[in-house]
């Protein structure tokens, strides 16, 4: 569910920390505040939110789906810890961008002051931010980057998605001995993220000097599990013999591609997206051989600190709309049981590259 812009290369990050501010503080679990008021006098400023009572976050999907799930409970525990205002998950009934836009702007008549949104339409979405913005509040891109090269919000924390596709692409030719017809599902054809998996899927391939086929790429099957399934059956039916792998890039063919192979005995191996309970267990029966997950936790844990900090005025953009990558990360059987420590690694990696790096702070 995310679009990938180019996200810093630890040098450039090292460039801009040297060329910048000085680094925020933050606390840490066994560190007393006190430490971290000191450490604020040194004039790097500080990145532990003094006072975010008078913020209410909404985080705002582009419609219904299982990926932002995690959104609800991330949010109601940063309320909590951050001692924020209010926190709230809404979404529209579908996916139109008139219709969030609508939903934003009851959510900011109802107090809302900063916004963790996943645009609906990429190419329109930045008029949205820049709306918002001009209200006041605090904005941030959340798991999916407009298209083009410019982001109106504060800042955007996505799943580099073409990288993450270029992994899964990369752990199904392995599973297939380095060689083979490969099949990619994925999602809709005209949406930027498609077409960036996309990229990501045929530079594997490319990378076998022939040895691998991309025998077909489908799209536009990520609407519901039905179509997913619909089209998967088809798939294995008219062409299940000649396939060796399968590399699914969105969620529902994913599900229905496990499923598929499952049921009929197919010898294809799949390496599907995001942790479904149903791709886990198919990793673990061994009907899936991997899956790459991405980081909606982390994506609403920092992008809500993130944004009481920058909506308090403590902290400002050390570089305005800057991209950070929230990570991806391949489970197969051997890590399925502990893959989550990965993913909370990454997510205090986060904290404290926006707290080095990204965050100028007083």
């Not at 961008?97 to 900011?108: E, G």
């Not at 009481?308 to 902290?315: D, R």
Request: glycine share 8%; net charge neutral; with cysteine.
């Amino acid at each position: 569910m995310t679009r990938r812009r180019s996200v810093l290369s630890a040098t450039a990050a090292l460039v801009l920390l040297t060329g910048s501010t000085a680094a925020c503080t933050i606390k840490n679990s066994d560190e007393p505040s006190a430490a971290a008021a000191a450490s604020a006098q040194t004039g790097g400023g500080s990145a532990e939110l003094a006072d975010g009572s008078g913020t209410k976050v909404a985080l705002v999907p582009g419609g219904a789906h299982p990926y932002f799930q995690p959104w609800k409970q991330a949010g109601a525990k940063a309320k909590k810890t951050l001692g924020l205002g209010d926190v709230t998950f809404d979404e529209t009934a579908e996916w139109d961008q008139q219709k969030q836009n609508d939903l934003l702007s009851t959510l900011a008549a109802r107090g809302y002051n900063a916004f963790g949104i996943f645009g609906v339409s990429p190419t329109d979405i930045n008029s949205t931010f820049a709306d918002l913005k001009s209200q006041g509040f605090a904005v941030a891109s959340l798991a999916s980057c407009p298209a083009g090269g410019t982001n109106e919000a504060d800042f955007c924390l996505s799943t580099d998605v073409e990288l993450a596709a270029y992994k899964a692409a990369q752990a199904a030719i392995k599973a297939m001995g380095g060689k083979g017809a490969l099949v990619h599902l994925t999602g809709n054809n005209v949406d930027a993220n498609t077409q960036l998996r996309m990229k990501g899927v045929q530079k594997a391939v490319k990378e076998t000097g022939g040895k691998v086929t991309l025998l077909q790429t489908i799209t536009d099957i990520d609407k519901d599990l039905q179509t997913a399934q619909k089209a998967v059956s088809d798939l294995i039916a008219a062409k299940g013999a000649q396939i060796q792998g399968i590399v699914s890039t969105a969620y529902n063919p994913a599900v229905a591609a496990a499923e598929a192979v499952h049921e009929t005995g197919s010898k294809a191996k799949v390496v599907a997206i995001d942790d479904d309970a149903k791709i886990l267990s198919s990793i673990k029966n061994g009907s899936v051989t991997a899956t790459v997950v991405q980081n909606p936790v982390g994506q609403a844990e920092i992008g809500t600190w993130a944004l009481a900090l920058l909506q308090t005025k403590q902290c400002t953009m050390a570089k305005p709309g800057q991209i950070v990558d929230s990570g991806s990360f391949v489970v197969t059987k051997a890590n399925v049981a502990d893959y989550d420590s990965a993913r909370q690694a990454k997510t205090a990696e986060l904290k404290k590259q926006f707290a080095d790096t990204y965050l100028s702070c007083r």
